[in-house]
C-alpha cells in the first residue's frame, strides 16, 4: 500500500502513454550532438512497500524513451529507507534519498512524504504511477528552456569515475549545483518478507551514489572525480547521470547521461 510520512520522520536539512515512443529502457548514451533535451523523472520507491511495483514498471517503460516533443526520459530511482523496518530491508535503500525526498516534501508544502513519489525536473510532484500526471509534467517541460548541459568524456579510472561536462546558455542571476549520479541499469530481488513478499521486483536506473560535484558554471568542467561505490563490485551496466538543480531541491534545468 501507499505509505505516507510525517515529514519529520528521520528529517535531515501507444506502449508507455499517448505522446511516448516505445523504448528499450536503458538509457541512451547521450551528450551527443543534435540530441533534444532532456528531462529527469525520479521516482522514491521502496521494495517494502506493495504500492510501488507499478510505478517501477512505469520507470521501466519510459527510461532513456524519447516523447515526441524530442525530450529523453532520464530515470533514477531512489529507494528511501523508512520502509526498512517494516519486514523486509531493501539493499538499495539509503538516508541519502530518504532525506531528499524530505527536501522536496518541504520545497513542495507537502504535509507528508509517501512511496511511490515521481518528481519530474524538481518542479512537479504527483504518486508514482500516474501516467496521466506524468504525461502532463513532461509536455509542460516540453514548453521550458532548457540550458545545454553535455556531458563530454566518463571513464573509469581505478576505483573512480572521470568525468567531464560543458553548458551553454545559462540564464543570468541563477544559481544551480550539478549533481553527479552513479545508476546500476537494471537491479533484480526476490523479495522473501513483507509487503511484497514472493514478488520478484526489477528495478531500472537505480541511484547507487549521488554526489554535488560544484556550481554550474558556463563553458563547465573537465576532470571531476567520483569514487566508484563498492555495489559497482561485480555488477554490469551502469550510467552516470549528470544533472543542475537549483540550489537546494528546485528546478532541473538541464540534465544528461553516458554509459560507463
Excluded at 540530441?35 to 521516482?43: G, Q, W, Y
Aim: proline share 3%; charged share 20%; glycine share 14%.
Amino acid at each position: 500500500m501507499m505509505r505516507a510520512w510525517w515529514l519529520g520522520w528521520g528529517m535531515v536539512p501507444g506502449l508507455v502513454m499517448a505522446g511516448l515512443a516505445q523504448g528499450t529502457g536503458a538509457a541512451p548514451a547521450a551528450g551527443t550532438p543534435g540530441r533534444s533535451k532532456a528531462v529527469l523523472v525520479e521516482l522514491f520507491t521502496s521494495e517494502g512497500c506493495s504500492s510501488c511495483p507499478p510505478a517501477d514498471a512505469l520507470l521501466r517503460q519510459i527510461d532513456g524513451t524519447t516523447t515526441a516533443a524530442g525530450q529523453l526520459i532520464v530515470g533514477l530511482s531512489e529507494h528511501v529507507s523508512y520502509w526498512d523496518g517494516l519486514g523486509w530491508k531493501d539493499r538499495f535503500s539509503s538516508e541519502l534519498y530518504t532525506r531528499r525526498q524530505n527536501a522536496y516534501g518541504s520545497h513542495f508544502g507537502l504535509d507528508s512524504v509517501y512511496t511511490p513519489q515521481m518528481v519530474v525536473n524538481g518542479r512537479e510532484q504527483f504518486v508514482g504511477g500516474d501516467r496521466g500526471r506524468l504525461e502532463a509534467s513532461l509536455a509542460a517541460e516540453a514548453r521550458r528552456k532548457q540550458v545545454d548541459l553535455q556531458i563530454t568524456s566518463a571513464r573509469v579510472e581505478g576505483s573512480d569515475v572521470v568525468f567531464g561536462y560543458r553548458a551553454a546558455g545559462l540564464p543570468e542571476g541563477g544559481r544551480w549545483q550539478v549533481l553527479a549520479v552513479l545508476t546500476d541499469d537494471v537491479d533484480r530481488t526476490s523479495v522473501e518478507r513483507g509487503e511484497n513478499s514472493g514478488r520478484k521486483l526489477v528495478h531500472v536506473s537505480v541511484a547507487r551514489a549521488m554526489n554535488a560535484v560544484g556550481a554550474l558554471k558556463e563553458g563547465g568542467q573537465e576532470q571531476l572525480r567520483l569514487a566508484l561505490p563498492a555495489s559497482f563490485e561485480g555488477a554490469s551496466g551502469h550510467h552516470l547521470v549528470v544533472f543542475a538543480q537549483e540550489d537546494g531541491v528546485g528546478a532541473v534545468v538541464g540534465v544528461d547521461v553516458r554509459k560507463l
